[in-house]
């Protein structure tokens, strides 16, 4: 038997689930690309490509999440969003 074979490690794998909570923006007949590209760059922090895509991925699917996290954070961010005519919510 060599050594490699008698030596044998265990390891020990600790996972923390984390519940992440989502703002999912809905589309609606209202508002223009425009609108929602702004309000996602200035409220969720998104780049102006990133606004760009969720606002095609809400217009073509109904809905994106657009952002992810805390609800501590999520909320009042969902709340602008609702604020400016959007239309979100928290899940």
Do not use: W
Request: aromatic share 4%; net charge negative; charged share 30%.
């Amino acid at each position: 038997m060599s050594t490699q074979e008698k030596v044998k490690e265990k390891v020990a794998v600790k996972e923390k689930v984390v519940k992440s909570n989502e703002i999912v923006l809905y589309n609606d007949d209202v508002n223009t690309f425009d609108h929602v590209i702004d309000c996602l760059i200035a409220t969720c922090e998104h780049t102006p490509l990133q606004a760009e895509q969720c606002s095609l991925i809400v217009h073509y699917n109904g809905k994106c999440t657009v952002k992810t996290g805390d609800l501590k954070d999520l909320k009042p961010r969902c709340t602008k969003l609702l604020e400016l005519g959007l239309s979100a919510e928290i899940i």
